[in-house]
C-alpha cells in the first residue's frame, strides 16, 4: 500500500449511529484499512452475523455498536448541510448470494476499485471508488455508476447510499482488497432524451408528433404557429 497516496483521503469517523450526530475525528483510507482487516471489530460482526435473522437484535448492533463514517467528506454533522469538505470518495454495495466469491474477484479486477470488502452483514459487497471531489455532481456520480456495475456485472446496486452524506458501516474483513492506483471514475448520469418522429397518418389524417418512449400524440391543431404576413425589412449601410 501506498501510504502517502491513501492517507490523502479523509472522512468523519463516528462512534456509532445512536448518540453519535456529530463525527469524533476524521480518519483517512489506511486507518479505514486497518479497521476493517485487523481485527478491530471482529467480535461484533460475528455476532452480527449470527443473530442476522432477528432485525430486532440485529438493528440494535448496527445501530449501537459498529463505527460508521461519512465516506464522502468531512463533516460538522451527520446530514447534507454538514459537509465541510468531500472526500473525492463515493460507497457502493452490491449484494450476491449465490455467486458471491466470483463476483468480489471480477470486482477487485475492476480499475475503478479502491477497496472492496464484505459488507456488516456478510451477504453485501462494500465498494468504494473514486470520483470528482464535488456536492454538485456526488448524486450524478452515484447514479452512473449505477448503471456501470448492472451493465458490467448485471448485478443491481444498492440505492440507499446516493446522498453525500451517507454513512457507511464499517465491517470486518481479513480479506479486504486495496488498490491505491485505481482509476478515478469521472462519468456523469445523463437521462436520455425522448426520440421525436413525425408521422402523417393518426387517425383523423392530421399530422402529429409522436415521443417513441412515451407514446403520446400531439395533434396538428395544437401545433400551428401563426401566419405573419409582412416582409422583412431590410436595411442597407452606406
Known amino acids: 500500500m501506498h501510504h502517502q497516496t ?15 450526530d456529530q463525527p469524533d475525528v476524521a480518519i483517512d483510507v489506511n486507518q479505514l484499512y486497518e479497521i476493517i482487516k ?3 471489530l471482529e467480535k461484533e460482526i460475528k455476532t452480527l452475523r449470527k443473530v442476522c435473522n432477528n432485525e430486532e437484535i440485529c438493528h440494535k448492533i448496527i ?9 464522502s467528506g468531512i463533516f460538522s454533522e451527520r446530514n447534507n448541510k454538514g459537509l465541510l469538505r468531500h472526500s473525492g470518495l463515493i460507497q457502493m454495495e452490491l449484494v450476491s448470494e449465490e455467486n458471491y466469491e466470483a463476483l468480489f474477484s471480477a470486482i477487485c479486477k475492476d480499475p475503478f476499485t479502491y477497496l472492496a470488502f464484505r459488507s456488516p452483514g456478510g451477504k453485501g ?10 456536492a454538485e455532481t ?7 455508476l449505477e448503471q456501470y456495475y448492472k451493465t458490467q ?39 436520455q432524451k ?8 393518426s387517425e383523423d389524417n ?20 401563426p401566419f405573419i404576413n409582412r416582409k422583412p425589412k431590410v436595411r442597407f449601410m452606406h
Open 38 to 40: 485487523d481485527g478491530y
Open 138 to 144: 456526488h448524486s450524478d456520480q452515484y447514479l452512473a
Open 194 to 201: 425522448p426520440e421525436m418522429n413525425i408521422s402523417y397518418k
Open 206 to 225: 392530421k399530422p402529429a408528433i409522436q415521443f417513441t418512449d412515451k407514446n403520446k400524440q400531439l395533434p396538428a391543431e395544437q401545433m400551428k404557429m
Open 125 to 134: 459487497i462494500k465498494l468504494v471508488v473514486k470520483i470528482k471531489d464535488s
Open 63 to 71: 445501530t449501537a455498536h459498529l463505527p460508521a463514517v461519512t465516506l
Open 6 to 20: 491513501n492517507s490523502a483521503y479523509r472522512f468523519s469517523l463516528y462512534r456509532n449511529l445512536t448518540f453519535f
Open 153 to 191: 456485472y448485471g448485478v443491481d446496486p444498492d440505492t440507499s447510499y446516493r446522498d453525500v452524506s451517507s454513512v457507511m458501516l464499517l465491517s470486518h474483513d481479513p480479506g479486504i482488497y486495496c488498490n491505491p492506483e485505481a482509476k478515478i471514475f469521472l462519468e456523469f448520469f445523463e437521462p
